[in-house]
């Protein structure tokens, strides 16, 4: 079964960068398209952003639209996740996760078959 593990978050001030990546094991990477998405404490889990098999196509959440790009190499088996201009409201574990299906929701949880654990983003003011 793949595996999904996330890194790159961590404590940052606002305005400032992070890049988190996906890596993917088990299996080959361009099988999957990937998403992005994040929880914050008492609220449900939320889209960023998603990238196709090919990386042909990338969708982005309106909340983190113009701060974020999604890329991916599949040689490496990893997605990243550039986010810019960080506020403090972007502060959540940020997940990543992977469906084999071309014919699906970007933005729909329930659409990904393999999820990561997690990795927290802080921003602080």
């Known amino acids: 079964q793949v595996q999904l593990v996330e890194s790159g978050g961590g404590l940052v001030q606002a305005g400032g960068s992070l890049r988190l990546s996906c890596v993917v094991s088990?299996?080959?990477?361009?099988?999957?398209?990937v998403g992005w998405f994040r929880q914050a404490p008492g609220k449900e889990r939320e889209f960023v952003g998603a990238?196709?098999?090919?990386?042909?196509?990338?969708y982005d959440a309106d909340s983190v639209k113009g701060r974020t790009t999604i890329s991916r190499d599949n040689a490496e088996n990893t997605v990243y996740l550039q986010m810019n201009s960080l506020k403090p409201e972007d502060t959540a574990v940020y997940y990543c996760?992977?469906?084999?299906?071309?014919?699906?929701?970007?933005?729909?949880?329930?659409?990904?078959?393999?999820w990561g654990q997690g990795t927290q983003v802080t921003v602080s003011s």
């Open positions: 990238i196709s098999r090919s990386g042909g196509n990338t």
């Open positions: 088990r299996d080959t990477l361009r099988r999957y398209a």
């Open positions: 996760a992977a469906t084999p299906f071309t014919d699906y929701d970007p933005e729909r949880p329930g659409t990904y078959d393999y």
